[in-house]
């Protein structure tokens, strides 16, 4: 079945654009202290290596502002967008380094005026602002008036500061309303595809560590992709930034929506199983992290299931009780002994990347 994506504007950073039927394009966030723009920058060429499209960098305080003009030349042509609390001078500061997107709450800088005074910066470059509203900071008022950060009062609360960007006539908009609840997440989401054609910006917050925040994220994710409710995601996880990256194409990959990296299809073994399974599967996988092109790698314990889903694989390893057996687009290419299986596996990948480059 196709998936249906919900009907939105179009905004760009930079030269991407977000909604408007444009491809669901993956994002993560520097973990760096901005102020240390080696390091930011460091990390930013490595979330790119790995496909990141849009970075994001927070600016807490005016020397974090100051930073934002060398990590813009340092990183020419990459989407960067700027996540500012608070303080309208540093929104001011991202839009003035050449930065293509901000994340602000205007409901939390300080009062009308400085809302037109940003929204005027922003519309002069075109930067959109997101509008980013989190189960943790919605107003007082509404959660009392919902009974909490409810879905409702998340949905709410990312209408009251639209309509504050709005007023000040600016259409620039993205939005995202997430939680680390996932049906309330949802929620939120469903509510505000009820009331706005603004892109959407998804993702699970607060998450976790790897394996269990890509597992909820993969969920949340998962569900919103498919109800067509996601523009741009990122992946939030208490780990090294280029694992949301990963994580997140892995998710547009698992539901048809991007065709980009390599997924290793493996057996999960059983008493049938004839080889290391686990450690070919895991290294293999190691090896193809950084991959952009569309391959699939199968490697399989045995001779009952293996050949089947090896041969739907680009590359495929059935393990028999005598070596492994290789298989190349759909077809055996060839046996070869046990202590050969995994070089084998490797050059026969090596040669189908090099094909597909
Ligand atoms: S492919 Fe073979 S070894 Fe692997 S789980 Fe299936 S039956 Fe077991």
Known sequence: MKILRRKTRQVHLGALPVGGGAPISVQSMCSTDTRNVRATV???RRLRAAGCEVIRIAVPDDEAARALPRI???LPGVP??????FDHKLALAAVDAGFDGLRLNPGNIGGPARVREVVAAA?????PIRVGVNAGSVEKDL???HGGPTPRAMAQSALRHVRIIEDAGYREIK??????DVPSTIDAYSLLAAELDYPFHAGITEAGTAFSGGLRSGVG?????????ADTIRVSLTADPVMEVTAGFRILKAMGLRRRGADVVS???CGRCHGDVLGIASRIEKRLTGVTEDIRVAVMGCEVNGPGEAREADVGLAIGRSGGLLFREGKAARKVPESEMEPALVEEVRKVLSAKA
Not at 80 to 85: E, M
Not at 123 to 127: S, Y
Not at 221 to 229: N, P, S, T
């Open 42 to 44: 460091r990390q930013a």
């Open 143 to 145: 959660a009392a008036r």
């Open 80 to 85: 960067l967008v700027a996540d500012i609390h």
């Open 72 to 74: 813009r030349r340092a």
């Open 123 to 127: 519309r002069e470059r075109k930067v």
């Open 221 to 229: 994710l998962g569900i919103l992709l498919y109800l067509g409710l």
């Open 267 to 269: 057996c999960p073994t």
């Open 175 to 180: 939005v995202s309303v997430k939680s680390f």
